[in-house]
T-cell receptor, first 111, second 115 residues
């Protein structure tokens, strides 16, 4: 069965600095999608970025980028120029029809 | 931009009561999902639904739960006799196709509180 592991329950970063959230996963599939979702206090699930497993190029979305290491089954999220609005719970997720989520990392932004 | 909607945003009920959570998926989507998030925990898959039947369900989705698409737009999750541990945020999601390429769009969630 597929699993997603986020080993950092909480992280803090100074405003305008860069932070990296870690994620590892386990699967026997070769083609799949990986996601990072943001969940602010409103608890809405907001898709931040996604990565197709067959693409070697790392996905980027403005200040958000990923470091996808397929062989290592690692999928980290880098947030550059952190802003106060980035404070939220971040979930790493794997798609196999249904979505399998990690336990999340709570990100604090320090002014 | 089309979006998934859910009603109510917050439901409070007494233990043992039945609740129905409603979702309106995006109109041209064919696959529907319910997920649950107990406060402070990760989001967990409950059930997927396609062509008017359940495609897959998790071990959480026991006989107390049922899903239905009563008309062309609504997708409901019913809990027959609520328990305290059913208190959670419930998210509906929909997608156009089963391929992992197709993004699942999440609704804003319904917060269920069982007293």
């Amino acid at each position: 069965a597929q699993t997603v592991t986020q080993s950092q329950p909480e992280m803090s970063v100074q405003e305008a600095e860069t932070v990296t959230l870690s994620c590892t996963y386990d699967t026997s599939e070769s083609d799949y999608y990986l996601f990072w979702y943001k969940q602010p206090p409103s608890r809405q699930m907001i898709l931040v970025i996604r990565q197709e497993a067959y693409k070697q190029q790392n996905a980027t979305e403005n200040r958000f980028s990923v470091n996808f290491q397929k062989a290592a089954k690692s999928f980290s999220l880098k947030i550059s120029d952190s802003q106060l609005g980035d404070a939220a719970m971040y979930f790493c997720a794997y798609r196999d029809d249904k979505i399998i989520f990690g336990k999340g990392t709570r990100l604090h932004i320090l002014p | 931009e089309p979006e998934v909607t859910q009603t109510p945003s917050h439901q409070v009920t007494q233990m043992g009561q039945e609740v129905i959570l409603r979702c309106v998926p995006i109109s041209n989507h064919l696959y529907f999902y319910w997920y649950r998030q107990i406060l402070g925990q990760k989001v967990e898959f409950l059930v997927s639904f396609y062509n008017n039947e359940i495609s897959e369900k998790s071990e959480i989705f026991d006989d107390q739960f049922s899903v239905e698409r009563p008309d062309g737009s609504n997708f409901t999750l019913k809990i027959r006799s609520t328990k305290l541990e059913d208190s959670a945020m419930y998210f509906c999601a929909s997608t156009r196709g089963l391929s992992t390429y197709n993004e699942q769009f999440f609704g804003p969630g319904t917060r269920l509180t069982v007293l």
